[in-house]
């Protein structure tokens, strides 16, 4: 194929591949930029989903603060209870069944809020039906007047008092729970009345939705208290998951928001079925365990009908609610909108390729002759016909690459000339360097014989030096044994110093131990010797102790007898009383002596045991310095065996010392001979090498003559790139 066919269909390849790369990138940024723009719609949806929702319970947590401190609302609820748990213990379960008979099953409303009293009803109850409720029915339609319009106002489902005992006794929609206690049940409710009865700050707490009497629900509530903070019961408002659904259906082009709790179970209707999803539809794809995990973010992945969808997911938490708002749209969606794109784009990158090739065709035809011509002359060129002329007409590009050729021409004719005139030179120095390579030859030979000579007075040199290498090798190891073995006798010495110190420091720890025991002794004796008297005077007080209880035992005598008389014997009585009541008090004052002398008693032997246990420390600590020193003198003996053993190896490497000496004496001897001889060769040698540096400095200038011409014509081929 012609060169200019080439270089039409290589422009036209060039071409249309950029644009089907440009395509190709213009395709995925359109993708990405469409995902981009989905992304933050649904961000900005489930923001908005987040926002609304925290509106929506803090709202109704002021609502329930608000209903819980307004006077006429707690002083009812409270009265109603009263009456309540009144009529429950006078009537019984009479009084329940008829509240829900007048309430629900009489209730002539399909809205059974709408009832205020039993006076909406149309037939005559009976009177001690009326009698049992009519304050209950009073209360029930002062209260009934003010949530009923809250719950229309607000939306709530309903509004419940439960009593501390967990009887519902009022709702302002009479479900099927009304006069009913859920003190036995089980459920999220009776779990939320347990979580406020246990709260201690008065907190409101709430439930997540569940299904009760036949609908899904969610209650937030509050413990109910009069203005002594005194309790009163429980304030609960029941909220219904339809809210929840007209604030997540909004359908806009496939694009659904929803929300997951924590049990994976939709809490709203889906926009895709008709089906009830909440509470059962079971939801566990990767941004519901993301966001159920307190992240948030986007992804590509698959929706719980497993379609491929942009999804965004964030968690929503509040007081014991966990939940997962989730907004996809379809992936179809976005590859229809992309498509839609690129068809509106393809028309017009069709004309921009037709154009440009049609455009690129004329341009190349035009630059394609120029090149045709400086083909032709390049390869007359390259045959060796460097008289070649590379001078043509055209566009800028073509008249540079003509100049770059012509003066490639003339570079090329200087350097051959340049290379032709130095190759003779070298042809010239080439012979002077031959003849001097000649002469130096034959000054080597006769050097050669003469270091023959040389090599064997060398080698008995050597073996001379080799044999007193040896003997010197001897004197190195015998002298780095006896440093050796110095060393250690110096160690020893040292070890036998700390040795000989701590038997000193022992000695004198066992002088002073032996004086401390013989004070002790001496404390001990004295602290003996005062136990000594102390029992001498107890004695002494016993011997008057027995005494006084001798004369006791008479005058108790004396006072018997005189008892037994009459008249005088009163006073003989009395006298004896004096007596005993002085022998007593004398018997009380010894009596305490005593005590006084065996507390003091116990006191010393306390010091003498505490004594006596130091003296035992001390004999104790006595034997172990005792043993210590044996074991020290132990240490010392072996210590003096191993100084003399090692003196001994000493003595024995200093004789083997003397006798290298003499060996090395002779070796030295045979080594100057040869010496001598070496030196008288060596000055023959060096009269030669003189002569052949003399030569060698000859064929130096020759050599750098010839550096200077290689040089010369390595710069000649450094013109050209090989």
Do not use: C
């Not at 002083?75 to 008829?98: A, S, V």
């Not at 409710?189 to 939705?209: A, G, Q, R, V």
């Not at 036949?214 to 203005?227: M, N, P, W």
């Not at 008389?565 to 002085?582: C, P």
């Amino acid at each position: 194929m012609k060169m200019g066919k080439k270089i039409i269909i290589s422009n036209m390849i060039l071409f249309i591949s950029g644009f089907i790369i440009f395509f190709i990138i213009m395709q995925n940024q359109l993708k990405t930029e469409i995902e981009r723009y989905n992304i933050q719609i649904l961000k900005n949806s489930t923001d908005l989903k987040y926002e609304y929702f925290m509106d929506f319970f803090e709202n109704l947590e002021q609502d329930l603060i608000l209903l819980s401190k307004r006077q006429e609302i707690y002083k009812t609820l409270n009265m109603m209870n009263y009456n309540y748990q009144n009529n429950k213990i006078r009537y019984k379960e009479d009084f329940q069944k008829n509240l829900k008979n007048i309430y629900i099953e009489k209730n002539p409303f399909k809205e059974k809020e709408k009832m205020k009293s039993s006076f909406d009803i149309d037939e005559i109850l009976p009177i001690e039906t009326i009698q049992m409720i009519a304050e209950y029915d009073t209360l029930h339609e002062q209260i009934q007047k003010i949530l009923y319009e809250i719950i229309i106002q607000k939306k709530y489902d309903d509004i419940k008092f439960i009593s501390l005992d967990k009887d519902i006794i009022y709702t302002t929609k009479k479900d099927s729970d009304f006069a009913k206690s859920i003190k036995n049940e089980n459920g999220p409710l009776n779990d939320l009345i347990k979580e406020i009865s246990e709260d201690e700050n008065n907190n409101i707490h709430i439930t997540d939705f569940y299904e009760y009497n036949d609908k899904i629900v969610s209650f937030i509530g509050i413990k109910l208290t009069d203005e002594y903070s005194s309790s009163l019961g429980y304030l609960i408002i029941q909220i219904n998951n339809k809210l929840i659904d007209e604030i997540m259906n909004s359908k806009q082009s496939n694009t659904e928001t929803y929300i997951v709790g924590k049990d994976n179970l939709m809490r709203n209707q889906s926009i895709y079925t008709n089906k009830p999803t909440t509470l059962n539809q079971k939801i566990q794809t990767e941004q519901v365990k993301n966001a159920l995990n307190n992240q948030q973010g986007n992804m590509i992945s698959k929706n719980y009908l497993n379609q491929k969808v942009i999804s965004t997911y964030k968690p929503f938490n509040y007081k014991e609610i966990n939940w997962a708002i989730i907004g996809e749209t379809s992936y179809q969606i976005l590859d229809q909108q992309i498509q839609k794109l690129i068809k509106q784009f393809i028309p017009i990158l069709i004309i921009i390729i037709i154009i440009i090739t049609i455009t690129g065709f004329i341009i190349s035809k035009k630059n394609i002759d120029p090149i045709t011509k400086l083909k032709e002359n390049i390869d007359k060129f390259s045959n060796g016909d460097l008289t070649q002329s590379f001078k043509q007409k055209g566009n800028y590009e073509i008249n540079s690459i003509s100049n770059s050729l012509n003066k490639m021409s003339k570079t090329l004719n200087q350097s051959i000339n340049q290379i032709y005139q130095k190759s003779k030179k070298l042809e010239i120095i080439s012979s002077k360097i031959k003849q001097s390579s000649q002469d130096i030859f034959d000054e080597y030979e006769k050097t050669k014989n003469s270091i023959e000579n040389l090599d064997k007075d060398s080698q008995e040199t050597t073996a001379s030096i080799e044999e007193v290498s040896s003997s010197i090798q001897e004197m190195y190891s015998a002298s780095n044994e006896i440093y050796e073995n110095i060393k250690d006798i110096n160690k020893n010495m040292e070890n036998l110093n700390h040795i000989s110190s701590d038997t000193q420091d022992n000695i004198e720890k066992i002088k002073n131990i032996s004086q401390i025991t013989k004070d002790q002794s001496s404390k001990n004796k004295k602290i003996a010797l005062k136990i000594e008297d102390n029992i001498k005077q107890l004695e002494k007080i016993l011997k008057v102790l027995d005494t006084i209880s001798k004369n006791t035992d008479l005058l108790a005598l004396n006072a018997s007898i005189e008892a037994a008389r009459a008249g005088e014997a009163g006073k003989g009585f009395a006298v004896v009383a004096q007596e005993v009541r002085t022998l007593s008090t004398e018997n009380q004052k010894f009596n305490k002596q005593i005590e006084k002398i065996i507390n003091q008693i116990k006191e010393d032997s306390k010091i003498n045991l505490s004594e006596s246990q130091k003296t035992n420390e001390l004999i104790i600590n006595t034997e172990e310095y005792t043993n210590n020193i044996k074991t020290t003198y132990k240490k010392m003996e072996n210590k003096i065996e191993q100084t003399i053993e090692k003196t001994k190896k000493i003595e024995h490497y200093i004789k083997t010392l003397n006798t290298i000496n003499g060996e090395i004496a002779e070796s030295m001897t045979s080594a100057t001979n040869a010496i001598d001889s070496i030196s008288n060769k060596t000055n023959s040698i060096a009269q030669t090498l003189k002569l052949q540096n003399q030569k060698n400095t000859e064929n130096k200038e020759l050599s750098d003559q010839v550096k200077k011409l290689t040089d010369d014509l390595k710069s000649e081929f450094k013109k050209f790139i090989l």
